[in-house]
């Protein structure tokens, strides 16, 4: 059996694993449950921070965005654009594209000068490549959101102030762009520009909202907007969403407090064989560089990676929680 055999072997059974997973995970009935039964508290309850969340998920629920701008709709240069701009870096698709390219390239040519297997070198690099950049992109999302829902209840929080001083909206906006910093401080000036060249404050907050794609600032989105179509005391409303997203900021620190334990085996436990085989690699290339170019090694190899892949993906989904 050559190798394009062993490989085509190895990549069909990953796709009936994940074919197999596609048709037996669906959503799990005590989910929807208490999805419901969350919804009746949430209707009936006297608590006034409980109702008003309610009011904003069954906003969120029923809203449909104007921009299809959000990652994974339209077609894949919009999400990828979409996804680079969230980043705040200022990269453009084709440096990303280029660093792929570069990246992958690199890794290939060292695989290649190791092992001499053409198609391992092609297959490895192509996944990094395309993998790497991916995971980095996210994680500079990540971390650009978290700083934006950190400084957010403190901007909210300033906003109610100008408004029970006296100022108007537009004008409080203006104030958070300037005393804020940060991401929403950069955020709401690109606010402010845009209703100063001529849209309206609620297109303005709707193009920010689909383009960052945080929940947060949907619901200060939604609020103004309700606000406006029913009136009531624009200050204590955003006060009450600020108390709401402090919570919610303070549950998901909970949640990640609780979680840092199972995510620490989880590092280790998937660390630890590329260590060991990194190790015993440099002790003794011989002993272990079969891995490179015989079949049987190979097809291990593979299928030690994809069941890896699997117990790493069950692992995150036990300890990501939504709120």
């Not at 570069?102 to 990094?128: D, E, K, T």
């Not at 079969?290 to 790493?312: K, P, T």
């Amino acid at each position: 059996m050559d190798f394009t055999q062993t490989l085509l072997i190895t990549v069909g059974i990953f796709a009936v694993i994940v074919l197999g997973y596609s048709a037996f995970s669906g959503p799990a009935v005590g989910s929807a449950q208490k999805r419901r039964l969350d919804a009746l508290r949430y209707r009936h309850s006297e608590n006034a921070d409980t109702k008003m969340e309610s009011q904003l998920k069954k906003a969120i629920a029923a809203r449909k965005p104007k921009s299809h701008h959000v990652a994974g709709s339209g077609s894949r240069l919009e999400a990828l654009a979409v996804r680079l701009d969230r980043t705040g870096k200022g990269w453009t698709i084709t440096q990303y594209v280029y660093a792929s390219l570069g990246l992958a390239l690199v890794i290939a040519m060292g695989i290649f000068m190791q092992s001499g297997a053409i198609l391992l070198s092609l297959g490895v690099g192509l996944v990094i490549g395309a993998g790497l950049p991916h995971l980095v992109v996210g994680f500079f999302i990540n971390k650009r959101t978290a700083g934006f829902n950190n400084k957010f209840p403190d901007g909210i929080e300033l906003l109610v102030r100008g408004l029970r001083s006296g100022l108007p909206v537009t004008e409080t906006l203006g104030v958070v762009a300037q005393e804020v910093d940060g991401p929403v401080g950069i955020e709401f000036k690109g606010i402010v520009e845009r209703i100063k060249i001529g849209k309206t404050m609620e297109d303005a907050l709707q193009d920010t909202a689909d383009r960052l794609g945080i929940p947060e600032f949907n619901f200060f989105c939604i609020t103004l907007a309700i606000q406006r179509e029913t009136g009531g005391n624009l200050a204590e409303t955003l006060s009450n969403l600020a108390d709401v997203l402090r919570k919610r900021s303070q549950m998901k620190l909970k949640i990640k407090a609780m979680s840092s334990e199972s995510k620490a085996s989880a590092y280790i436990v998937g660390s630890l064989p590329f260590i060991v085989f990194g190790l015993i690699y440099m002790i003794n290339p011989s002993y272990i560089g079969g891995f490179f170019y015989e079949d049987r090694l190979i097809i291990a190899g593979l299928g030690g990676l994809v069941w890896m892949s699997i117990g790493v993906f069950i692992m995150a989904k036990m300890v990501n929680f939504e709120i």
